[in-house]
């Protein structure tokens, strides 16, 4: 593994799964393998726990983390090709990309959608960018399309809470305020449909994901009958795919306890941050079966092992 840009760069996720919840168990076994290396964190968007986790996971290793606001500490980056350079932004990706990787052996990326140009959006221009100019690995830290490190700690998470071989695993959508990428959703399918895995998607016709990441999912329109004998329940929102970018808020999604009645018993997660009361009622976010915490613990340990395998390759 060079880069860690969506699950098409593991070669087998289930492995890669396995060594996270080895390294787990003795996160320091490996604390010297990053000595002078560093490791740039590149924000063009917020973040609390892909920033803190992916810094912890350098340090677990040794490395050393330079992490940049780019919107707040930089200029203005310019992606264009042939762009005249008379307004707003200072300096062109291929410059700024170039010298960043001059200064870090490795550059995670933060680099949310626009939400208006869905075609701009789906090229991945931005963090294509990073990996054409900045010649070192790079990682994704959620780009306009997908957030592989989320998803492969979904994915740990799952592998460590099932009771079944093959549990019965279902995203749903659920409403949010505000329009919001549909990366996690497609990245977590397109890291299902790469396992053998039973995976539903439920949401509201307006909010159907890209075809290219639900893959073999089954897709039930009806959220109470997707929700049956669940074993998993993965709640998020996002913005459409077809009507690009458009919010959707169909209150009558909100997943709450009531909902998760008729499921086998199923672990509730999220990526987090959430929005109680919106996304996820208080009674669920608050009850036993809620494994969103684990989810979140296992950033740390997904991330370092995506750090470990890419030092190993250097
Ligand atoms: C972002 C999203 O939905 O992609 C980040 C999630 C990890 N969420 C928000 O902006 C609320
Ligand atoms: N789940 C996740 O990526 O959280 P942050 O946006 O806080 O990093």
Redesign the pocket.
Known sequence: MNNFLSVEDVSDPMILVKAAINLKKDPYADSAIGKNKVLGLIFF?????????TTRAALNLGMQVISMNVTQDSWQLETADGAIMDQGKAEHIKEAAAVMGSYCDMLGV?SFPTLTNREEDYSEELINAFVQYGSVPVIN??SATL?P??SFADLMTIEEHKRVEKPKIVMTWAPHIKSLPQS?ANSFAQWMNAVDSDLTITCPKEVELSPDFAGKAVIEKDQDRALEGADFVYVKNWSSYNDYGRIYDDESWTVSIDKLKNTNNAKLMH???VRRNVVIADDAMDSPNSIIQNQ?EN?LFTAQQVLKTIINKL
């Open positions: 968007n917020p973040s609390l726990r892909t920033r803190m986790s933060r830290l959620e957030h490190l989320q996690v990526c987090l941050p979140a950033r």
